[in-house]
């Protein structure tokens, strides 16, 4: 089992920064690929940004530029820095683990609100 928790989020004005992180904890040995989704009332969650044990990255057009995934194996945690936030950005932001063999793992979530 792996067990996946959330912090950081929060309300900030638009062009403000946020950074969540996700601690890991249970078999985390086996987390390859870890990563940052979100979803809003009534759409499907969609596909932020994710990074793999070895550190490749891939973003969303929507975010490229303006946010950073990074992992820290040491402290079984990863991160996403926010930069230029905009009101489009609010959602709860979900982190999201999987193992070498493909079992997937949520967390509970985290609201990020961006004013205009």
């Known amino acids: 089992q792996v067990h996946l928790v959330e912090s950081g989020g929060g309300l900030v004005q638009a062009g403000g920064s946020l950074r969540l992180s996700c601690a890991a904890s249970g078999i985390i040995f086996s987390i390859n690929v870890m990563g940052w989704y979100r979803q809003v009332p009534g759409k499907q969650r969609e596909f932020v940004a994710t990074?793999?044990?070895?550190?490749?990255?891939n973003y969303a057009d929507s975010v490229q530029g303006r946010f950073t995934i990074s992992r820290d194996n040491a402290k079984n945690t990863v991160y996403l820095q926010m930069n230029s936030l905009k009101p489009e950005d609010t959602a709860v932001y979900y982190c999201?683990?999987?193992?070498?063999?493909?079992?997937?793992?949520w967390g509970k979530g985290t609201l990020v609100t961006v004013s205009s």
């Open positions: 990074i793999t044990r070895g550190g490749s990255t």
């Open positions: 999201n683990g999987i193992t070498v063999n493909g079992m997937e793992y």
